[in-house]
């Protein structure tokens, strides 16, 4: 085995070995026009999953650069989702409730 396949092979065995991180779910709640947590940190490859708890439709979008989105109109009880691929903090908003503000941390 030559050199360069011996750290070939360790570089992979490293890779293998680091724990894995992302794609977990974090649950944010929509209640009484509020996020619930307000504040979150997650991991690159994690997903947002908003639940809509109240009796009328909310519109998440972030114009924060780098990771707009709009997850269009939200009916009550109806969940949305959103995964984040790389590290930020990102404000989040609601279109038709503009005083609700959610921040998410991504590491
Ligand atoms: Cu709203």
Partial sequence: ???????????VLTLLAMPARGGEIVEIVQRD?????????????????????????????????????????????EIKEITFDHPGVV????DIHTKMHLMITVK
Avoid: W, Y
């Fill in 33 to 77: 026009r509020a996020f619930s947590p307000a504040e979150v940190t997650i991991h690159v490859g994690d997903t947002v999953r908003f639940l809509n708890e109240d009796s009328f439709a909310h519109n998440m979008l972030s114009e924060t650069p780098g990771f707009e989105f709009d997850l269009q109109l939200q009916k009550p009880g």
């Fill in 91 to 94: 404000m989040v908003g609601c």
């Fill in 1 to 11: 085995m030559t050199l360069f396949r011996l750290i070939s092979c360790l570089a």
